[in-house]
């Protein structure tokens, strides 16, 4: 049974940081792709970021390239999102998700495993 849990989230104001952890466990990490994705209230769910297993290959969403970082722990079986210059559109619910995938992957369908989501609000 794999399993994905996030933590991190939190209230926030506008310029602030925050640092994302999704822990996987029941998972060989070696070969899993890694993502995030967030949700805002009536928005569809978009990508933010992945990383490959290796850790050299990533992306990022336009809106937030250059602001956040994602990286992963394999030793720890641990990927990070480091959110920088946070904006009140930032606002989501952040989900960590993997599968086993030689790239990133863009569309959430494409991922099998999902974590509960973490909740980010960036507000003054």
């Known amino acids: 049974q794999v399993q994905l849990v996030e933590s991190g989230g939190g209230l926030v104001q506008p310029g602030g940081s925050l640092r994302l952890s999704c822990a996987a466990s029941?998972?060989?990490?070696?070969?899993?792709?890694m993502g995030w994705f967030r949700q805002a209230p009536g928005k569809e769910r978009e990508f933010v970021a992945g990383i490959k297993w290796s850790g050299t290959t990533t992306d990022y969403a336009d809106s937030v390239k250059g602001r956040f970082t994602i990286s992963r722990d394999n030793a720890k079986n641990t990927v990070y999102l480091q959110m920088n210059s946070l904006k009140p559109e930032d606002t989501a619910v952040y989900y960590c998700?993997?599968?086993?995938?030689?790239?990133?992957?863009?569309?959430?369908?494409?991922?099998?495993?999902w974590g509960q989501g973490t909740q980010v609000t960036v507000a003054s």
């Open positions: 998700t993997t599968t086993v995938g030689q790239r990133i992957y863009y569309s959430g369908g494409a991922y099998s495993y």
């Open positions: 029941g998972v060989i990490f070696r070969g899993y792709v």
